[in-house]
């Protein structure tokens, strides 16, 4: 996947702060925060309110990784599973 949150679980043990203290203080479904585990994307709107709960900007939380070619073949395979 091209979307990593590494930052935000790192930013998380800075701060002292498990994934479901957030997700209950910024209202995130518990599904999304599944979603976010295995660095699939969530709406903008998510983000601003992880941003909001932990004064932090979308660069503190997610960052881009270009997708290598075993990822793309993963990608293939999954869509001509659907």
């Known amino acids: 996947m091209a ?5 935000l679980w790192k930013l998380l043990i800075d ?5 479901a ?3 209950k203080a910024a209202d995130i479904a518990p ?13 903008l709107l998510v983000l601003e309110k992880i941003c909001e709960t932990l004064d932090a ?3 503190d939380i997610v960052e881009y ?7 793309r073949e993963m990608e293939v395979q999954h869509s001509a599973k659907r």
């Open 21 to 23: 203290d957030l997700r």
């Open 57 to 59: 900007d979308f660069g």
């Open 31 to 43: 599904n999304t925060m599944t979603r976010m585990r295995k660095d699939q994307e969530v709406t």
């Open 65 to 71: 990784k270009k997708p290598t070619d075993n990822d």
């Open 15 to 19: 701060k002292k702060m498990s994934a």
């Open 3 to 7: 979307i990593s949150y590494d930052k």
